[in-house]
């Protein structure tokens, strides 16, 4: 398992952006697909985005395909969330999460959790 922290949550008005940072512990961070999920208010946890190890293969839930960009950076053991065009529905808690089977990251499956980073959007 990594030890994942996340940052780069805040208020913003609708239309604008933020980004989001997971700092990820450990030496294997490249063996590890990476991946975003959020959390509304009286809702489910549910996927946003995820990417590969190499990075060369992304995934995005349909509602933040063309606003949102997921990427890494092995050097750095940090994966990034940039997002754009934010809306009030993206008000969520987002977490951070690792594995290295992206197919269980991505069904919300993965071993390792950030503690989350709360994004709100006004209106």
């Known amino acids: 398992q990594v030890q994942l922290v996340e940052s780069g949550g805040g208020l913003v008005q609708a239309g604008g952006s933020l980004r989001l940072s997971c700092a990820a512990s450990?030496?294997?961070?490249?063996?590890?697909?990476m991946g975003w999920f959020r959390q509304a208010p009286g809702k489910e946890r549910e996927f946003v985005s995820a990417?590969?190890?190499?990075?060369?293969?992304?995934y995005y839930v349909d509602s933040v395909k063309g606003r949102f960009t997921i990427s890494r950076d092995n050097a750095k053991n940090t994966v990034y969330l940039q997002m754009n065009s934010l809306k009030p529905e993206d008000t969520a808690v987002y977490y951070c999460a690792a594995d290295r089977s992206i197919v269980r990251l991505r069904i919300g499956t993965s071993a390792s959790w950030g503690q989350g980073t709360q994004v709100t959007v006004s209106s």
């Open positions: 450990g030496r294997t961070f490249s063996s590890y697909a």
């Open positions: 990417i590969s190890l190499s990075g060369g293969s992304t």
